[in-house]
């Protein structure tokens, strides 16, 4: 006998709003109560909480974090997150302490993908259910509509998950020539 494999389908409306529903179809609805709420606003919200950033403290690499307004290394007990639904996405605002950042979040060219857009370059991923959350897995990048090489392309994690309640987040990215470009995580009331 053989192994195992299991197979879901991804089915969704074609005319749904909600981004985080359109990626995970009917794993969405299965998502921890935290995660549905902030994912699933159908409105603008900001949500507060506590977070932390690291990364490599070279100058070519906190002078990009600096001019992006990423979060420098350290502790941050003062985080906040604005989420603001709009059109076929959301824009995410994440102010941690005195530094803030945005991004531009959208559906992808294909089924179960989505972007995330910081100016002129936009990120692939595929949104993949985990059991307290779902995961972001990286698929492509883009200048414009410029495909650009995967070779190229720092390495990215990210998930958003649920423990004890509250919502939690983490997110990394590294080049293979510069380290560490900037991780930050977080939780949120």
Known sequence: MGPAFATETL???EDETVLFRRA???????LPPELRRIHGAQGRATYEGRGRARGSRTVPVALVRRLLGLPQPGAYPQLRVTVAPGGRGETWT???GDSAFASRLGAGREM???EERFGPLGFTFEAEPRLAGFSWRFVGWRLGALPLPLGLAPRLRARA???DGTYRFSVAAAHPWLGLLFAYAGRLR
């Open 112 to 114: 179960g993908q989505f």
């Open 161 to 163: 998950f649920e423990r």
């Open 94 to 96: 994440r102010a941690f």
């Open 24 to 30: 995970l179809g009917e794993a969405f609805d299965r």
């Open 11 to 13: 089915s969704v409306a």
